[in-house]
Each structure stands twice: as C-alpha cells, then as structure tokens.
C-alpha cells in the first residue's frame, strides 16, 4: 500500500504542476484586454490633430491606427477591418461623421494569445506524457518485475529446484510476500532433505530386517528339507496301510510348508530391494504357463483350515466346483500365487466360511484391431458377511483396512497387490457382494 500511495502522490503532483503551468499562461492572456478608456483618449487626440491640419498618414503612424474617411458603413476597408477583428470608432472630430478609426491590436492580441495556449497545450501533454511513463516505471519496479521474479521462482519449485533464492526487494508492494515465498523454500529444502534421510533410515532398516527375517527363514526350510529326507525313507520301510497314509499326509504337509517358506524366502528377498512404498514398482516375469498350475495351487491351500469355523467339513474349506479349462495363460508363478494366497487368506480370515471356486473361459473387449483377448476367468466366493458398500471402492486403495479388519492384523495392501499384479500379467480384477464376497480374476490366455 505505501507503495501504491507513493505512485499515486508523485503522479497528482505532477498532474497539478501542468494544470498551474497552463492557468497561469491562460490569467496572462485574460490580462491583455482592451482599455476602452484609452482608445477613446487617443481618439480625441486623433481628432484634434486632424483638425490642427495632421494628414492621415501621420496620424496613422503616430496612434499607431488606420483611419479610413468614408461614411459608408459597407466599405471594403471597414469590412476588411471587422473581419480582423479589429477596433473600430466612429471619426467625428468636429460631431459630424466623417469616416472609422480602427486599431487592428485585438487581431494580434489573439494571434499571440492562440499560439501561447498551443505552446502551453503542448507543454501540459509533455508533462502528461512524462507522468505516464513515470507511473509505468514505477509500475513495472513494484509490482510487475516483483510478479516476473515470483512467476520464475514457482516455476524453478515445481521443478524441484530449491537452491534458487527468490530475490527480496522490501520497498515494492510484495516486499513481505517475497521473503514469506524465500521461507516457504528453505522449510521446503529443509523437509525435502529430512524425507531423503527418513527415506534411506527406513531402507536400511528394512534391508536389516529382511537380512534378520531370512536367517530362521532358511532354518524351516532345512528343517523342512530333512524332515521329507526322514519320513520319505520311513515311508519305504513301513508295510501297514494306516501308517503309510500317516507318514504320506506328513511329507505332503512338509511339501506344503516348505513351498509356503520358499515363498515367504522370494517376498523377503524382494523387500530387501525395495521398501513397502515401491512395492507396486516391482518388475514382475511373466512369461507362458499352464492353467493346471492355478488348479494344484488351491488344491495345495490347506494351511488355512484352523481359520474356518469348526463345523466345515475339511473337503470344503476349498471347493472347486469345476476344472480350469487346460491352455497356456500368460502369469508370474510367484506373484499369481500370491495373488490367490492373498484372496483366500482374507476370506478364511474375515469369512470363516466356506470357500467356492469356479473357472470359466471369456473374452474382452473388442480392441483397436477388431479382436478381442481370451482370458481364464477364476471366480472365488465366500459367504460371509461381505464389505460395507461405501467401503467397496476403497479396498484396492494402498493401506486401506474397512471397519471390519480393525481387531484383526495386517497392513492393508492384499488386495492393493492383487489388483497391480492383475494388471501387471495381463488381465484384471472385479470384485463385489453377493451372499458373500466375490472376487473374479482375469488371467490373460496365451
């Protein structure tokens, strides 16, 4: 404000000085008036030397007038007279009219005075014209380069660059606002230089952990290795029907386990790369696979039956209510293994009930080239009490956990996972309530 005051002082100062400069020129002209007393005293003079005997041309010089003897109000000379708008007085020097005095003062008068007002005219545009591009100048310091700079300087932080220093000019109008932006930087470089060192504590946190996780990682998976050596030569020497089943469910729960661990082995190995932040950046390996595959993985998923409730029959705590169509799909055996451990996991752990799958052979939408991709469309239901329906968009989202998973642990990222791995390979992910909770996955058919 002080600077906009300071304009607009200047720029009326300057305006005022004009309008005194052309008043003044125009009261000097107004003062040059004719003196009627005067003219009427040189015209008795005039008379009286006529009638002493004074020719015209004498008179003419001396009074500095022009004296026309004619009593004819339309002579050329008296009309030539009036049209200079000059003086004219009846001659009558002895009462009898005998011609015009005329004075031709007032023409020139004028004359001085038009071209007094041209140059005072002239004068006050010069003077307007300085103004205004004064006031432009004082514009452009205060407020126009100030916006320029600011312009420039948001442009350099939203590029990430927090080295420049915005330059502070505390006289011009954004004089406090600048030094406010200058702040708003360093905090900004301050912030950004703590994440960096919060981001590469968390890193190697996160590497120490994953190096301290795969130690009894790979002592189960030892222990699982000779387990299967010592039940597999158990199993040879024993000859009774029961004990051969016993000592068969033991090496296949083993089996069971150690893929479980050798899992649990890759997903280590992977966080040690990366931190939970990156994990939707990770390169997945798909390549051709057969559709059996999906099928003896759930057959495999028994780990979860202390999750059901009691009263299920252990035959169903997974059904498969028919055969995957046998073709290639295009899927990372790691991931699509995760995938359906995630799916599963969530529905022993929030259902409890009974876990329904069915496979069934589709297609997509027509693409750019007329065709459209085939996919193997893998449907697993539970039947419990499903997620609330304002919580349904919300459960891909990273980190999101619905009301329902309050009192139970994890991190929110399950189905975040599936949904970007889906994807990743290929197909997709749909999900909805019916009696239940529904997901249907998409793998893409070779």
Not at 52 to 60: F, I, P, S, V, Y
Not at 109 to 121: H, K, N, P, S, V
Not at 180 to 189: G, N
Not at 414 to 442: I, P, S, T
Request: include cysteine; hydrophobic fraction near 40%.
């Amino acid at each position: 404000m002080k600077t906009i005051r300071t304009i607009g002082i200047i720029f009326t100062l300057l305006m005022l000085a004009g309008l005194f400069l052309f008043l003044g020129g125009m009261r000097k002209n107004g003062e040059r008036k004719n003196n009627i007393v005067e003219y009427n005293d040189r015209l008795h003079e005039i008379g009286d030397a006529y009638l002493a005997g004074t020719d015209l041309r004498t008179l003419e010089e001396t009074f500095g007038c022009e004296v026309i003897l004619t009593q004819d109000p339309e002579d050329p000379r008296v009309m030539s007279l009036i049209g200079k708008r000059a003086l004219i007085f009846d001659f009558a020097p002895e009462g009898q009219l005998i011609g015009k005095v005329a004075w031709t003062e007032t023409d020139e008068a004028m004359t001085e005075m038009r071209d007094q007002t041209l140059r005072f005219g002239i004068i006050l545009w010069a003077v307007v014209l300085v103004a205004g591009f004064l006031i432009l100048f004082l514009v452009y310091l205060s407020l126009l380069r100030p916006v320029e700079e600011m312009r420039g300087f948001s442009e350099e932080i939203a590029k990430g660059n927090l080295d420049i220093p915005l330059p502070i000019h505390k006289n011009n109008l954004f004089g406090n606002l600048t030094e406010s932006f200058d702040i708003m930087r360093e905090e900004l470089k301050a912030a950004k230089e703590r994440e960096v060192q919060a981001e590469k504590a968390k890193k190697e946190m996160v590497a120490e952990l994953s190096h301290d996780i795969k130690t009894p990682v790979a002592t189960v998976k030892s222990a699982c290795e000779v387990l299967k050596v010592k039940h597999g030569r158990k199993l040879e020497e024993l000859e009774d029907a029961a004990s051969i089943a016993d000592e068969k469910d033991i090496l296949e729960k083993t089996d069971l386990i150690f893929s479980k661990v050798d899992m649990i082995d890759h997903l280590i190995t992977d966080i040690f790369h990366t931190t939970l932040e990156e994990l939707d950046h990770l390169e997945l390996k798909v390549k051709e696979e057969s559709s059996l595959l999906i099928q003896d993985y759930f057959r495999n998923m028994r780990m979860y039956k202390d999750t059901f409730k009691k009263d299920i029959a252990e035959e169903k705590y997974i059904t498969l209510e028919n055969d995957i169509p046998e073709c290639l799909i295009f899927m990372d055996r790691l991931r699509m293994e995760q995938v359906l451990d995630n799916i599963v996991g969530n529905s022993a752990k929030y259902a409890g009930t009974e876990i329904r799958v069915s496979f069934e052979e589709t297609e997509g939408a027509v693409r750019e080239d007329g065709r459209k991709d085939k996919y193997v469309r893998i449907r697993i239901r539970d039947f419990g009490p499903g997620i609330p329906e304002d919580e349904l968009p919300l459960v891909t989202e990273k980190y999101y956990r619905g009301q329902n998973a309050k009192e139970q642990s994890g991190y929110g990222i399950g189905l975040f996972l599936v949904k970007n791995y889906m994807e990743k390979q290929g197909g997709g992910m749909e999900y909805y309530n019916d009696d239940g909770f529904v997901v249907d996955l998409y793998v893409k058919k070779a």
